[in-house]
Structure formats: structure tokens, C-alpha cells
């Protein structure tokens, strides 16, 4: 859209519609919309998101694109909201490896209070991983069978084969899927049998284990829906370049708003 006095390009940016005659930027209906940040900001960082297979922090936005810490923050939970899963994406089949975890500080704040494995204060995420496919993650409230055979049933479909370790909460859940259930026994330092095995969930894990404590270092639990929301896009997304990657990101963003007030709302 041109100015009526100069004939040249807006200084906006502004564009109009040619049906309904209402004036546009490419910010509208995107991330982005409403903010102040240049769009080479948010460009960059979106790059960054896109390339960075253990994550980046939003102080080495702040330093590289010469922002405010508050601003690097405010973007960054953006573009990992871009990133956040399709709700309508198809069901994982074939094989699917389901496994749990728990994210959280690698020390007890005070000497004594520390507890390893179930029972501990971190945070217990539940992941299913098809073979040679997409993955899906969930931040959960425990490991009892009522919660992970619960996000198995939404998230697999039932012709599927579940291969998970000899986890009691398990047992039974193969009797709900056609491809039955495999297990293979870690407590006797079985890892492998035939092609039964949870390895590939277990690297999804520390990848976001190790991003966390190398990039991010601590983040809490209200928040880290969205920290997995990023590693699981770029798991998601392994086969495609850097520029593909970020090219798709980018494409995600469209339609997705994120208000201040919304923070509870998006977990």
C-alpha cells in the first residue's frame, strides 16, 4: 500500500484488503501481533529456535539482538507457542514407545530433602514415540496407571503395539490394542529383546534434560509445557533443513494469538 502524498511504500507497512477494504500488516492474525519488536527480532529468533537442538535462552536473545530481557522473554514464549502440537494431528501407529520421566532441579535447595525416581518433587512427563515418527509429550500430574494408560488412549491409536519398561502402571493396557504390549525389564538390565526396546524415548528425554540444564538451567512447572512444546518441534521436524524448519515455525504461527492473561489457559 502505497502513501496518497509520496507514492512511496507506507512506513507502516500497512497493506488493504481489496475485499473488505480494512487495512493489514503481516503481523495480524500471527504471534506477533501487536508487538513492537521488529520483525528482523523476531526473524532471528525464530532462526534460533529453529536451529538450536538444545534450545536458547532468552539473555542470549537479549544480548545478540540488543533487547530487553522482559522483551527477549516476551518473544521467545511466543514463538514456542508456534511451536505448540496441532490438537487434530492424527494418532501415533505402528510401534510406539511410551516412557516417563521427571524434569526438575538436579540438587534439593536444602541438604537432605532429596528423593530420586517416583516419589520425588520433580515434575513427571509422560511421552509416546512412533518408530521412525512423530512423537507426543505431556506434562502430567503423576505416574499412576489411571494417568499414563489414560494419555496412551488419547494419544495412540488402538492398532498400534505399546512397548513400554516392566512400570507396574502399565500392566493390562495391552488388552485395550490390537498390536498387544511388549515390555522389556530394566530392573534386570534388559534394554533390548528382538525389537522391543524404549531407547528412542529415552534419547527424546535427555535431549530436553540436557537442554534444560545447559541452556535453561531451572524451569518451573507452570512453564514447562511450553520448553516441551519447542524440543518436541524440533524432534518432529529432524528431517528437514535449518531454513525448512524455521520456514515451517514460521507458517505456525499464523492464526495463534497469545495474550498476557493466557498463560494458564495454554497449559
Not at 481489496?18 to 493489514?24: L, T
Not at 510401534?95 to 520433580?122: N, W
Not at 518441534?233 to 515455525?249: H, K, P, Q
Request: with cysteine; hydrophobic share 30%; aromatic share 10%.
Amino acid at each position: 500500500m502505497k502513501d496518497a502524498k509520496t507514492g512511496e511504500r507506507n512506513k507502516r507497512f500497512l497493506w488493504r484488503c481489496r475485499d473488505c477494504k480494512e487495512q493489514f500488516t503481516v503481523r495480524i492474525g500471527t504471534v506477533y501481533e501487536e508487538s513492537r519488536i521488529e520483525l528482523r527480532h523476531w526473524a532471528y529468533a525464530f532462526w534460533r529456535a529453529c536451529t538450536s537442538k538444545k534450545g536458547v535462552s532468552a539473555l542470549e536473545i537479549k544480548r545478540q539482538c540488543q533487547i530487553s530481557y522482559k522483551s527477549a522473554l516476551f518473544l521467545m514464549n511466543r514463538i514456542r507457542f508456534a511451536m505448540a502440537p496441532d490438537p487434530d494431528a492424527p494418532k501415533l501407529r505402528g510401534d510406539v514407545e511410551c516412557d516417563e520421566t521427571y524434569i526438575g532441579p538436579r540438587r534439593p535447595r536444602y541438604k537432605g530433602t532429596s528423593k530420586h525416581g517416583r516419589g520425588t518433587s520433580k515434575t513427571p512427563v509422560f511421552v509416546a514415540v512412533q518408530r521412525n515418527g512423530e512423537l507426543r509429550r505431556r506434562v502430567i500430574a503423576d505416574v499412576t496407571a489411571h494417568t499414563l494408560k489414560g494419555a496412551i488412549r488419547e494419544e495412540i491409536d488402538r492398532r498400534a503395539r505399546i512397548i513400554t519398561d516392566e512400570h507396574r502402571s502399565y500392566t493390562g493396557i495391552g488388552t485395550e490394542f490390537s498390536g498387544g504390549h511388549e515390555t522389556v525389564s530394566h530392573g534386570t538390565y534388559e534394554f533390548v529383546r528382538s525389537n522391543n526396546h524404549t531407547n528412542t524415548a529415552e534419547s527424546t528425554h535427555a535431549l530436553v534434560k540436557r537442554g534444560i540444564v545447559g541452556i535453561y538451567h531451572n524451569v518451573s512447572r507452570e512453564y514447562l509445557h511450553r520448553y516441551l512444546w519447542q524440543f518436541d518441534f524440533l524432534w518432529n521436524n529432524r528431517e528437514l533443513n535449518d531454513g525448512e524448519r524455521t520456514y515451517v515455525a514460521i507458517k505456525a504461527a499464523e492464526g495463534k494469538r497469545l495474550m498476557y492473561k493466557q498463560s494458564s489457559a495454554t497449559q
